[in-house]
């Protein structure tokens, strides 16, 4: 079956055998054929796909198919996923999650771009063990944690939001069905020590990470054909692990560095393809944290040295 999806439009994919002894499974591909995912059994020996985010826009592929020698009539249905609805910025809110099946939730909030968010999510019922994940207007993940365990609370520290729009926070358990609550504090720009707009091979710019799920974007204005490397390193020996993405004009990721040189990730050039305004997210892995220095890179101006903003 061929499906036409856009991105960050989530969608619930589900087939229903109509007759006893059919069992059916799926597989989900990308425009470009990439295999997704896989689902068998999730209710009975239906299939089931909730809440899936596409990350592009374009074409998808269902391939459905019976287990063994099981023949007969079933149903596949798509239709939007209904989430949690909106969320009240500073305010704690329950919500419930489903672990087997597992089924995330989810709830929005509109974001500027550059000012950043603190969320926390703690369990209220026992034997929840929380995954929580953020998601850009475009449908591109930015963090996701899940650093504590079961009855843990989990946290993003602070992220620092590439582009103003509408935002997705995603909460699932890989333990237990139950509930949890969760409080998103907004950060205002002018309070981030790092990060923000910024001229490739001006200077280099120092910051610190202090807890799990930090995310600092660096956004700068890039031509068609330049050439643009970044390279972000720990300092001192705290044993900071750094990551980061670098995201087109029109949403799309480019690249992704992790563990390049040690722990560090490090993009040595890169070529440009249109014109327009570029974003580099660079984040923590895991609960590592520290200080550390990022330089976006640009052969065809000069160095400066390093400074914080």
């Not at 999730?42 to 459905?64: H, I």
């Not at 209904?82 to 974001?111: C, D, H, K, L, Y």
């Not at 330049?226 to 390193?233: P, S, Y």
């Not at 720990?234 to 900071?240: F, M």
Request: proline content about 7%; aromatic content about 8%.
């Amino acid at each position: 079956y061929r499906l036409p999806l856009e991105r960050g439009q989530r969608i619930d994919l589900t087939a229903q055998a109509l007759v006893a002894g059919l069992d059916l499974l799926f597989e989900l591909y990308a425009p470009d054929g990439q295999l997704l995912t896989a689902r068998d059994d999730n209710l009975g020996s239906d299939p089931a796909l909730w809440n899936f985010m596409p990350s592009q826009s374009g074409t998808y592929t269902v391939v459905l198919s019976n287990y063994d020698e099981g023949i007969g009539d079933y149903a596949l249905r798509v239709a939007p996923s209904t989430g949690a609805g909106e969320a009240v910025i500073g305010t704690r809110t329950e919500i419930g999650v489903q672990g087997s099946p597992r089924r995330s939730n989810w709830t929005t909030f509109e974001g500027r771009a550059l000012d950043a968010v603190r969320i926390e999510a703690r369990p209220l019922t026992p034997s929840v063990d929380i995954v929580m994940s953020l998601y850009d207007p475009y449908g591109n993940l930015l963090v996701s944690v899940n650093s504590f365990g079961v009855d843990a609370p989990e946290q993003m520290t602070s992220v620092q939001l590439p582009v103003s729009g509408t935002y997705q926070v995603e909460f699932a358990t890989i333990g237990e069905t139950g509930t949890l609550d969760y409080l998103i504090r907004p950060i205002s720009q002018a309070d981030l020590a790092i990060g923000g707009i910024v001229r490739p091979g001006r200077a280099g710019y120092e910051g610190e990470v202090v807890g799990p799920g930090t995310v600092i974007a660096f956004i700068f204005d890039g031509r068609a054909g330049e050439l643009i490397g970044v390279d972000a390193h720990a300092t001192g020996d705290t044993g900071l692990d750094l990551a980061f993405d670098l995201f087109a004009p029109d949403g799309y990721p480019l690249i992704s560095r992790d563990d390049v040189v040690g722990q560090n990730p490090v993009l040595d050039r890169i070529e440009l393809p249109v014109e327009g305004r570029y974003v580099v997210l660079l984040r923590n892995i895991s609960v590592t944290t520290g200080p550390f220095d990022v330089f976006i890179t640009n052969p065809e101006a000069p160095g400066m040295p390093t400074e914080t903003p």
